[in-house]
């Protein structure tokens, strides 16, 4: 691979999402990490990256971080030189994913985020498995360490997302579809229709894996994703 990587972390998380692909993919490309996602709309958080991004770059974002990624691939589709989604969503937010996020945005505001993300968020990340205390406590480590501030914006800015359909049938770029089989938040058959409109796309479903593949089965995750990077 000649050109970099960028690396978009999902909601709530920092650049340790991706600790095991850093160690794995660093040998064979040049790797950018993504700032915080900090603003309340998808497309400003996708400009600000675009700004301080290379001028030709692959990406590859998990969950929000797919979401971000795929505005970027609107915006400016002949910088990107590849297209990895993990673990994300192409649709705009439900009308009951939507009111969910908004009583968690309320119970943020007034002083809950440990306990939303204690009690309401972990638990629907993880397939069942030995690390799964481990995996959770960096979860939670990295919510806390980011604060409610990125909360409110980032559940603002996925609230307000958009239908990126056309975007991914117009895709133009070597592009994996990865996702945990037991992911409940963004379900195979949700990557499903994603790897079925972008022409050429791969899919890649990873056992006892959840919405962290990448985390739960770093094994599988780096080989997919090695894969995707000598197809560039």
Known sequence: MTEPLLLIPGHMCDARLF?????????????????????????????????RAPPRFAVAGLSFGGIVAMEMLRLEPRRITGLALIDTNHLPESAEAAEARCGRLRRVRQGYLEEVMRDEMKPAYLAEGPRKAEILELVMDMALGLGAEIFEQQSLALLGRHDQTETLRRADTPCLVMCGRDDRLCSVERHEEIAALVPGAELEVIPEAGHLSVLEQPGAANQALNSWLRRQ
């Open 19 to 51: 600790r095991h692909q850093i160690r794995s993919l660093s040998a064979s490309a040049t790797l950018h990490l993504a700032p915080p996602l900090r603003e309340n709309r998808i497309n400003a958080t996708a400009a600000s990256i675009l700004q």
